[in-house]
């Protein structure tokens, strides 16, 4: 088992900067990040392999998102950059073995933090 416990959420104005944290109970092979809306499927947005730090992004966060990790600590963070309206949405930690970008590739989740970004 791995508890997962994301904070740093919030609200911000269109072009803003967040980054959220995801504090692990333990060391996985594979974080990743993802975001969901009302009424919409869970939607992958980064992840990060922890030994070899190789991060994959979603098109629509390439480039004002970065996935990191800090490994004395067990925690993954999310720097947001450039935010839009769009990125509203509750944003989950994942841990899993094998990475990719469904959510079912992950069998251990955070509870959730809120991000809201208004125009």
């Known amino acids: 088992q791995v508890q997962l416990v994301e904070s740093g959420g919030g609200s911000v104005q269109a072009g803003g900067s967040l980054r959220p944290s995801c504090a692990a109970s333990?060391?996985?092979?594979?974080m990743g990040w993802f975001r969901q809306t009302p009424g919409k499927e869970r939607e992958f947005a980064a992840s990060i392999f922890w030994s070899s730090a190789t991060a994959v992004y979603a098109d629509s966060v390439k480039g004002r998102f970065t996935i990191s990790r800090d490994s004395d600590k067990n925690i993954v963070y999310l720097q947001m950059n450039n935010l839009k309206p769009d990125d509203t949405a509750v944003y989950y930690c994942?841990?899993?073995?094998?990475?990719?970008?469904?959510?079912?590739?992950?069998?251990?989740w955070g509870q959730g933090t809120q991000v809201t970004v208004s125009s």
């Open positions: 994942a841990a899993g073995s094998t990475g990719g970008t469904y959510p079912r590739s992950y069998p251990f």
């Open positions: 333990r060391r996985s092979i594979c």
